[in-house]
T-cell receptor, first 116, second 115 residues
Framework: AQKITQTQPGMFVQEKEAVTLDCTYDTSDQSYGLFWYKQPSSGEMIFLIYQGSYDEQNATEGRYSLNFQKARKSANLVISASQLGDSAMYFCAMREGSSNDYKLSFGAGTTVTVRA | ETGVTQTPRHLVMGMTNKKSLKCEQHLGHNAMYWYKQSAKKPLELMFVYSLEERVENNSVPSRFSPECPNSSHLFLHLHTLQPEDSALYLC??????????????FGPGTRLTVL
């Protein structure tokens, strides 16, 4: 079964507007971590933001915020005040809490195109 | 400047060639990873090394052979590849340990084309 689901293959957003990227996850672990990465056309995966399953507050990093709804198992990324440089592919990922499990499970990604 | 470097950045090879991808991390991490990213598919974890020992191998074909001589270097040796192996190969590193906070730092990737 897919552990991470990103249902939006592509999105367009106007410069300076906010955009929400959806991510739902599936795990039976109580301890887990959720990550968002950005992948520009150059190929490198850039870490954006992290949310732990026990964190009571939604994570924020600059213009990035994570809307964490634990009961719904969703971890949507909100990018505020979009910039042209935000055009990229965005991946949601999860690491489950088993101490021997180093694996990050990735979603299929969402392509964001920011329009001037 | 990324703490994880990969060489070469681009590679074109024939099905009978033997080549190697190299990854180096300067972050003092103890775990390193190889991922394969094919078009329109999620990233696939291929290999994980922790403290230079392989801890996970997700049923990768034997034509891919990893090597981790020390905690800073990771290689992926390629031989008799198939055209469907064409993809972006990403290396990552992270601190080892059991915390679920295990941010992985990625390199820029090697774009491989198999003819």
């Amino acid at each position: 079964a897919q552990k991470i689901t990103q249902t939006q293959p592509g999105m367009f957003v106007q410069e300076k507007e906010a955009v929400t990227l959806d991510c739902t996850y599936d795990t039976s672990d109580q301890s887990y971590g959720l990550f968002w990465y950005k992948q520009p056309s150059s190929g490198e995966m850039i870490f954006l933001i992290y949310q732990g399953s026990y964190d009571e507050q939604n994570a924020t990093e600059g213009r990035y915020s994570l809307n964490f709804q634990k009961a719904r198992k969703s971890a949507n990324l909100v990018i505020s005040a979009s910039q042209l440089g935000d055009s990229a592919m965005y991946f949601c990922a999860m690491r489950e809490g088993s101490s021997n499990d180093y694996k990050l499970s990735f979603g299929a990604g969402t392509t964001v195109t920011v329009r001037a | 400047e990324t703490g994880v470097t990969q060489t070469p950045r681009h590679l074109v090879m024939g099905m009978t060639n033997k080549k190697s991808l190299k990854c180096e991390q300067h972050l003092g991490h103890n775990a390193m990873y190889w991922y394969k990213q094919s078009a329109k598919k999620p990233l696939e974890l291929m290999f994980v090394y922790s403290l230079e020992e392989r801890v996970e191998n997700n049923s990768v074909p034997s034509r891919f052979s990893p090597e981790c001589p020390n905690s800073s270097h990771l290689f992926l040796h390629l031989h008799t590849l198939q055209p469907e192996d064409s993809a972006l190969y990403l290396c990552a590193s992270s601190p080892s340990g059991g915390s679920s906070y295990n941010e992985q730092f990625f390199g820029p990737g090697t774009r491989l084309t198999v003819l």
